[in-house]
Structures are given as C-alpha cells and as structure tokens.
C-alpha cells in the first residue's frame, strides 16, 4: 500500500513570496490533515479535511494560509504572503475516517516539506 | 493545548528495554491514548494506541493504568533504530479525528 505523497521535499523562499505544497494521501482514506511543526516542537494542526468538507481550521491563519481539497482526494496548501515565522515543516497526513465516540481512526503520515523563508 | 506530559528526554542502552511515561490525568472516558515516533526529518510513525487494556504488537507494547490517568510505552529491545521523538497523544473530546502533539520525549540509545 502506498504511503501518504507529499511535494516538494524542500523550499526555500524569501519573505512576502507565496508557496504551495501538495499531498496525495492514501487511496480510499476519506480524512485529510496539515499539520506544521516548527523545530523543536510538535506538530500542530492546521486544517482537517473530511471528504472535501473542511471539518478544522481553527488553527490556520486565514489571512496568508489556503487550503483546498478538490474532489475530496488531493490537497494542496498555499501560503502567500510567506513571513520569516512560516519556516516549518509541513506535514500531511491520512485517516480512513472512521473515528467517533466509542470507535478510533489511526492518521498515517507524509515525509514532509521543509519550508525556509529568507 | 497538549493534554500529556512527557520527560523531555531518556536515555537507554541498546539491547534493553526502554520505558517511555506519559501523564494524561485530563483524560476522559472515550479518549485513546496514541503514541508516534518520529525520527529525524520523516513524518511521525504511528507506533500503537489503547483505551483501556493493555496493548501489544510488534513494535512496542502500551501499559494504561488502571485509572487512565497515564501510560507507558515499552520498547522491549531498543535499537539504534529506535532513537528519535516519540509522542504521547490523546484525541480531542469534540473532534475525534483532532489529535493534540506535545513536544515529545527524545529517546537516545546507546551502543
């Protein structure tokens, strides 16, 4: 079974430019996340996608991050304009979607973009 | 908002065993208790998770007590393999899928 995709590996830009990262996650997995880690710290939530429906995205900062999922399969995430702080890890993971009050769902995770703004 | 607490770093030597703690004394009735690992820039591995009984598989083994309110990761034979961050974590009460990261305890094993 293949894993979650993500790309590119690795970006560097300079401040107020914008990036894009892209996960493909595992086929038939109905539940989408992005997470970023900043070093030294664990990751931390952006949005959560059920289907295409955003489910969480309490924690995205709305005025610079986008994020879309488009037939409820990939997803990509924008930051425009990017600040010195966005230099993170942005992780992308997976879950069949099956959680709910007595049951439980396991989230399985890309590689990572390693994101560095100049 | 992470709901677990973890010593930020242990060390083991190779061959042992390595027991990893974790307090989680907020933790409610329906909530699992996750633990990943993550080794230097890759994505976390999902390691095992549990509600009430202890769990084995064929990486690690989960101790929960018997009032929730902590666990322990076993890693019955540490390898160098085995360095890295692992995470305690419990999912959100009103969102099942949301899963709280802290900032982990770095596991170093040593030849």
């Known amino acids: 079974e293949a894993g979650v995709a993500q790309s590119p590996r690795y970006k560097i830009i300079e401040k107020r430019q914008s990036v894009a990262f892209w996960c493909n996650p595992i086929?038939?997995?109905?539940?989408l996340y992005w997470y970023q880690q900043i070093l030294g710290q664990g990751p931390k939530l952006l949005i959560q996608f059920q289907n295409n429906g955003v489910v969480d995205d309490s924690q995205l900062p709305k005025d610079r991050f986008s994020a879309e999922r488009l037939k409820g399969v990939d997803s990509t995430l924008k930051i425009q304009p990017a600040k010195l702080e966005d230099s993170a890890v942005y992780l992308c993971?997976?879950?069949?979607?099956?959680?709910?009050?007595?049951?439980?769902?396991?989230?399985?995770f890309g590689p990572g973009t390693r994101l560095t703004v100049l | 908002d992470a709901k677990t607490t973890q010593p930020p770093s242990m060390d083991c030597a190779e061959g042992r065993a390595a027991n990893l703690p974790c307090n989680h004394s907020t933790i409610s009735g329906n909530e699992y208790v996750y633990w990943y690992r993550q080794i230097h820039s890759q994505g976390p591995q999902y390691i095992i998770h549990g509600l009430k009984n202890n769990e084995t598989n064929e990486m690690a083994s989960l101790i929960i007590t018997e009032d929730r309110k902590s666990s322990t990761l076993i890693l019955p034979h540490a390898t160098l393999r085995d360095t890295a961050v692992y995470y305690c974590?419990?999912?959100?009460?009103?969102?099942?899928?949301?899963?709280?990261f802290g900032s982990g305890t770095k596991l170093n094993v040593k030849p």
């Open positions: 086929s038939g997995h109905a539940t």
């Open positions: 974590i419990v999912r959100a009460e009103y969102n099942f899928n949301k899963f709280y």
């Open positions: 993971a997976s879950s069949p979607g099956l959680a709910g009050p007595s049951s439980t769902d396991t989230q399985y």
